[in-house]
């Protein structure tokens, strides 16, 4: 089975992708996300990026911040019947053999079109000299530490309460800029804590002293992902360019001097463990070259860290200036594959692949998706190896297929099993906790492997066992999910 990551963003902010609306009931909900992870596992997908924290707000139970508003339609409003979202959809994902990675934003305070008041348990309430208005926005302030100690301990309030397989920041860090009807630019108001910082005794330009509230947000989060968790890989989204001229031909917003997000030197400090940068642009765009931005990216990888490209795939098949054909899309999963430098794609958003937008469901799993594809492995994480399978065969009845178990009482995270068939190989990824995998029916196999993997995606030493010959009683499988040349 080939090694590609590829995953998907599930945004509840604005009720873009989950739930579809704030009045739906507990069972509907779960109904909805049930649909979303069974359409990701059809799709070949193999990890969903589900937003968690949209706005100092949470979609699972936190004594922290108070529910959101996406959920229930009223902040501070916990789901009745009563149910955890995230704790669901960890298992859920899980059970499909999906990965799970919880998306927060860090200083987003409140969105745009938010209609229920705040909580009282929210941070605007709580503690309003951190939040700032700035446009139709509240805006927790990068400059104050509290708010860096707050955003980390929400982070790890979920990485210890849950068994979520990464914490994943998108774009917005210091806000997009904003501006007033007549086009002036509306300066952010972090007057409090700059004067704070200059009357410590500090040098740094405005610019670079912004720059510098960031990085330390990155730097201790992924120092204290990894102490609690070992195994939980830490990624980030930034906006694709990093700065005009990088490469000489790309032009567009410079995300390093307005949203003061210093990405590439978080990638060549090894801050993360996959990175994603949105490009958001066709393959044809010279200033925003898909190809080129990636190949540059690629080339500042110096840690070797995943690069996983993310991909505005809900323009294909859309309509107006912006969109562009599926074909576009299944061209930029090419480039990207033709880059030895990246190993994976992450698409915006879930929506598309909901409606199978202009077919392009069709066309990924008749293309690019037509076979699964295992997440790449993160040798640099401290995890245990995989313990050493052991696949015994049970051949007796009706019923024929293997048992799964290992040497030690060590359950491994996921069991690889790859079949030898007399029209090729099929492979499937297996939970953990499953406890047989069984023959495909009237499918006759010569040969079966079977790998364990562990929390960073290293696999075992195979074992093998050859199933005794039996005639078929129905015809050859077909070609499929899960059949490899």
């Known amino acids: 089975m080939a090694r590609e990551f590829r995953g998907v963003w599930v945004a509840s902010v604005a009720n873009l992708d989950w739930p579809s609306s704030r009045k739906l009931t507990t069972a509907q909900q779960q109904s909805e996300l049930i649909t979303l992870l069974d359409r990701a596992a059809a799709l070949k997908l193999n990890a969903v990026i589900f937003q968690v924290r949209p706005a100092a707000d949470a979609l699972y139970a936190s004594k922290i911040e108070p529910w959101s508003e996406y959920l229930t339609g009223a902040q501070g409003v916990a789901p009745s019947p009563f149910w955890d979202p995230l704790e669901f959809a960890v298992r859920e994902a899980h059970a499909r053999s999906l990965e799970l990675h919880a998306w927060f934003n860090p200083y987003r305070a409140r969105f745009t079109g938010t209609k229920s008041p705040l909580a009282a348990t929210h941070i605007a309430k709580t503690n309003p000299a951190l939040v700032k208005t700035y446009g139709g926005y509240l805006w927790m302030d990068p400059g104050e530490p509290r708010v860096r100690e707050r955003t980390v301990r929400v982070v790890l309030d979920v990485v210890k309460r849950y068994d979520i397989d990464a914490v994943h920041l998108d774009d917005y860090f210091y806000p997009y800029p904003e501006r007033t009807r007549s086009g002036k630019l509306i300066a952010f108001p972090d007057d409090r804590s700059w004067l704070q910082y200059k009357k410590s005794g500090g040098t740094l330009t405005r610019g670079d002293w912004r720059r510098g509230n960031v990085d330390a947000l990155v730097q201790q989060l992924d120092s204290v992902v990894h102490q609690a968790k070992p195994w939980v890989k830490f990624g980030i989204s930034p906006f694709g360019i990093w700065r005009p001229g990088y490469p000489s031909q ?40 898909y190809p080129v931005l990636l190949g540059w990216w690629a080339g500042e990888n110096t840690r070797a860290r995943h690069l996983w490209p993310g991909n505005f795939t809900s323009r294909a098949g859309a309509a107006g200036r912006s969109a562009f054909p599926v074909s576009e899309l299944v061209e930029q999963i090419r480039v990207t594959r033709a880059n030895p430098g990246a190993t994976g794609n992450v698409h915006f958003s879930m929506k598309s692949f909901l409606v199978n937008q202009a077919g392009m469901n069709d066309a990924l799993v008749a293309g690019p998706y037509e076979l699964p594809a295992l997440v790449p492995a993160s040798p640099w994480l401290s995890v245990a190896p995989a313990p050493q399978p052991i696949a015994r065969l049970s051949e007796g009845g009706a019923v024929r297929g293997v048992i799964l178990s290992t040497t030690t009482k060590l359950a491994p995270w996921q069991w690889l099993v790859r079949a030898r068939t007399d029209t090729g190989w099929i492979s499937e990824l297996l939970p953990g906790d499953a406890k047989s995998w069984l023959f495909p029916e009237g499918t006759a196999l010569t040969v079966v492997s079977v790998t364990a993997l562990n929390r960073a995606g290293a696999e075992s030493a195979p074992v093998f066992v050859t199933p005794t010959a039996r005639p078929s009683t129905s015809a050859p499988a077909k070609r499929g999910r899960e059949h490899e040349d």
């Not at 030197?265 to 949105?278: C, H, I, M, N």
């Open 250 to 289: 790309i032009r567009g917003f410079d995300s390093f001097s307005e949203l003061y997000a210093d990405a590439r030197k978080w990638l060549r400090e090894g801050w993360v463990d996959y990175f994603t940068p949105q490009l958001y642009w066709p393959t044809t765009k010279a200033e925003q070259s």
